[in-house]
């Protein structure tokens, strides 16, 4: 049998305005500018997306399922600028067949900093979705799905029941990534790995038509995970939300290929769909898998080094961890907002100084002319904190 268990990254981060070493402003955020970016990818990506997964849904009768993971400075830009994706989301909801998954609230690099601060921002997302959705996440993923056996101890001391992570080939090994895992020293515990390749057909080469296998049809992708059976027990199909009409246009065929990949799929009749609760219900762990150095699912390394790869991000990251406590013994809520609203990864992402084609990805995503710029304003913005602080 080969389950495919589909799962969702939805994230939007405040972004920060240009921000002079001279301005006193408090006001960081570019509100304009943030609106208008979650308005676009809104109509080009999570409401088309949404209406065709939620039509999947209700054609299979249930049987087609799927997970997100949405941090909670998205849901609140989604509440504030757009109500109609949330009103998509709680449509998807009440099917039954949609799980929402744990992370850090501001999609943070928490874990590595501040363990009671990571443990703060997940708290605040576990409640926000349990308000929001009514449901209790048993599984975590952390931020762009960074991981090691430090933080599966630790979230599951937390109560998590499962984690998601990347498939890397260096921690694999001669292993396949369509088994569910253990972490050393956490039994009950189980891992989720991101089977990268087929994952990464869809998010990255879907619409590439130097590719050999474009154009990919939903007859192929099938075919594809059949290959599984016999050989694994899931299909672990990770990715970004907006490789759904921003990373890959509608008139690639993008909706049209998910509205009849799951039919095409469940043609085979050993093959279903699961969330990522259901997958650690139904299957144990088929060993134990050792990852004592952080990965992600970042970049072709699968490493930190999109986040702190140079000096100008490690300098900042120390800088903007180093007024944690004085902070929060402050006692200002704004300003602990404000602060975690930095912690954000992507304020870090945009300071990265790769090249070829991880750089260009990078670039894609970043609202700086350099990762100098980036790195200047927000160091302008820090300064401001502190100055706050001191206050």
Not at 146 to 156: G, K, Q, W
């Amino acid at each position: 049998m080969a389950s495919v268990c589909f799962y969702f990254q939805v994230h939007q981060p405040f972004r920060l305005r240009r921000y002079s070493v001279f301005d006193t402003d408090r006001h960081y955020f570019d509100d304009h500018k943030n609106a208008e970016i979650c308005r676009k990818v809104a109509h080009k990506c999570y409401l088309p997306a949404n209406r065709t997964l939620l039509e999947t849904i209700r054609m299979h009768e249930g049987r087609f399922r799927i997970a997100y993971s949405i941090t909670g400075v998205a849901l609140e830009q989604f509440q504030q600028y757009i109500p109609e994706v949330m009103d998509s989301f709680h449509e998807l909801n009440k099917t039954g067949c949609v799980e929402f998954l744990d992370e850090t609230y501001y999609h943070s690099l928490s874990f590595l900093y501040s363990r009671e601060e990571f443990r703060a921002q997940v708290e605040l997302h576990r409640q926000f979705i349990k308000h929001l959705f009514g449901q209790e996440p048993r599984v975590f993923r952390n931020t762009e799905l960074i991981y090691n056996n430090d933080l599966a101890h630790f979230v599951s001391h937390m109560g998590y029941e499962g984690v998601l992570t990347e498939g890397a080939d260096h921690i694999l090994g001669y292993r396949s990534p369509n088994f569910v895992y253990r972490p050393p020293h956490a039994p009950r515990m189980k891992l989720l790995l991101k089977n990268y390749r087929l994952s990464d057909d869809i998010a990255f080469r879907f619409s590439n038509r130097s590719w050999e296998q474009w154009p990919l049809t939903a007859e192929k992708f099938a075919a594809w995970v059949n290959q599984i059976n016999g050989n694994g027990h899931l299909c672990n199909l990770f990715m970004d939300y907006e490789t759904f009409g921003e990373h890959q246009w509608a008139d690639t065929g993008i909706f049209d290929f998910m509205r009849h990949v799951p039919g095409k799929i469940m043609e085979h009749r050993d093959n279903n769909f699961l969330t990522p609760s259901q997958v650690i219900d139904k299957y144990d762990s088929s060993g134990e898998i050792d990852i004592p150095h952080m990965i992600s699912w970042a970049d072709t390394e699968r490493d930190l080094s999109a986040w702190l790869g140079n000096a100008m991000q490690s300098n900042a990251l120390h800088e903007l961890y180093k007024l944690e406590g004085p902070l929060k013994e402050k006692g200002d809520e704004q300003l602990l907002t404000d602060w975690r609203r930095l912690t954000t990864s992507d304020h870090f992402y945009y300071m990265c100084t790769k090249y070829w084609a991880d750089g260009d990805v990078h670039k894609y995503f970043s609202p700086y002319e350099s990762p100098y710029d980036s790195y200047i304003n927000f160091m302008n913005v820090l300064d401001n904190i502190q100055t706050r602080l001191r206050a």
